[in-house]
């Protein structure tokens, strides 16, 4: 192998190692580690060629598609996985093959030869499925939402896509916060507590953290309205929204342990909000 990339993500060390040399988006550059002097989380070997036959061993567990085109299909061979991606672009045309094995610490990922680009091994949809296993394998959690800083308090915002996570993080930043993220984060719990880290994205932004004090789940109103959630219900709406493929029991059960801690410690509000500054009052006075 010639080409070691080492990515600091959410605080873990992803190491790619390539036989050849390849690219990265220019979501990840930011999160390229210069020191490369940490303990490895997950390794990814990235090779050229696509194997022949290459899952036939494999029992298909998920597909994730809709109905113009795949994503990604996931198998399963013993407890060790093996993925095909699809081409975005190219309807069904495969884009890589990738295994990860039952510690989920090393991916193998094969590209096509093609002559005339460098591969891109963590190009969509591998990139996020990668760091949705890094967070399972380290004890963390992704989930599709925004995330606000304002010195003093992080506020992390979920809900349905078009319940308006872009636009809370947009009413914030106009406010002088922070912005995390607008769309996927990861939660750790450390001995500091809980804390919201920005991913890699298809564009640029450096990485950042922070503290996590309180839970939104949102959606469009006609007037604020904040209601605090506790117990069961406060678990099964944030878990909702995490990132997680439902064929995986222990991955599941092992968010079940996550969120029912976090949910405890974080309080969680249930907010139909009104898309301007006046719900940012709303939280000052109901909220956190």
Same mark, same amino acid.
């Given at each position: 192998?010639?080409?070691?990339?080492?990515?600091?993500?959410?605080?873990?060390?992803?190491?790619?190692?390539?036989?050849?040399?390849?690219?990265?988006?220019?979501?990840?550059?930011?999160?390229?580690?210069?020191?490369?002097?940490?303990?490895?989380?997950?390794?990814?070997?990235?090779?050229?060629?696509?194997?022949?036959?290459?899952?036939?061993?494999?029992?298909?567990?998920?597909?994730?598609?809709?109905?113009?085109?795949?994503?990604?299909?996931?198998?399963?061979?013993?407890?060790?996985?093996?993925?095909?991606?699809?081409?975005?672009?190219?309807?069904?045309?495969?884009?890589?093959?990738?295994?990860?094995?039952?510690?989920?610490?090393?991916?193998?990922?094969?590209?096509?030869?093609?002559?005339?680009?460098? =591969? #891109?091994?963590?190009? $969509?949809?591998?990139?996020?499925?990668?760091?949705?296993? +890094?967070?399972?394998?380290? !004890? @963390?959690?992704?989930?599709?939402?925004?995330?606000?800083?304002?010195?003093?308090?992080?506020?992390?915002?979920?809900?349905?896509?078009?319940?308006?996570?872009?636009?809370?993080?947009?009413?914030?930043?106009?406010?002088?916060?922070?912005?995390?993220?607008?769309?996927?984060?990861?939660?750790?719990?450390?001995?500091?507590?809980?804390?919201?880290?920005?991913?890699?994205?298809?564009?640029?932004?450096?990485?950042?953290?922070? =503290? #996590?004090?309180?839970? $939104?789940?949102?959606?469009?109103?006609?007037?604020?309205? +904040?209601?605090?959630?506790? !117990? @069961?219900?406060?678990?099964?709406?944030?878990?909702?929204?995490?990132?997680?493929?439902?064929?995986?029991?222990?991955?599941?059960?092992?968010?079940?342990?996550?969120?029912?801690?976090?949910?405890?410690?974080?309080?969680?509000?249930?907010?139909?909000?009104?898309?301007?500054?006046?719900?940012?009052?709303?939280?000052?006075?109901?909220?956190?």
């Amino acid at each position: 192998m010639q080409d070691v990339i080492d990515l600091n993500i959410a605080d873990f060390s992803v190491k790619i190692h390539a036989e050849s040399p390849v690219e990265l988006e220019s979501g990840y550059l930011p999160f390229v580690n210069k020191t490369d002097e940490r303990m490895t989380d997950v390794d990814i070997y990235c090779y050229t060629g696509i194997p022949e036959n290459p899952l036939a061993d494999y029992q298909l567990v998920f597909e994730a598609e809709n109905s113009e085109q795949k994503f990604y299909s996931i198998y399963m061979k013993n407890k060790a996985l093996g993925f095909i991606m699809y081409d975005q672009q190219n309807k069904n045309e495969i884009q890589q093959i990738a295994y990860l094995n039952e510690d989920l610490s090393i991916w193998k990922v094969y590209n096509p030869i093609d002559t005339e680009n460098i =591969p #891109l091994p963590l190009k $969509y949809p591998m990139g996020p499925i990668m760091m949705h296993y +890094l967070a399972q394998k380290c !004890g @963390a959690v992704m989930m599709h939402a925004s995330c606000t800083f304002d010195g003093q308090t992080g506020r992390m915002f979920t809900g349905f896509s078009g319940n308006g996570k872009s636009t809370m993080s947009k009413i914030w930043a106009d406010a002088g916060n922070l912005i995390v993220n607008d769309d996927r984060i990861i939660i750790r719990k450390t001995r500091e507590g809980y804390f919201a880290y920005n991913t890699p994205m298809f564009y640029q932004d450096i990485p950042k953290k922070a =503290p #996590l004090h309180a839970i $939104y789940l949102i959606s469009h109103f006609p007037e604020n309205r +904040l209601k605090k959630l506790t !117990g @069961a219900i406060a678990v099964s709406r944030v878990m909702a929204f995490c990132i997680q493929n439902n064929f995986e029991k222990n991955l599941i059960n092992n968010h079940l342990e996550f969120f029912s801690a976090m949910c405890t410690k974080i309080p969680v509000f249930d907010l139909g909000f009104v898309p301007d500054a006046s719900v940012i009052d709303c939280i000052h006075t109901h909220g956190i």
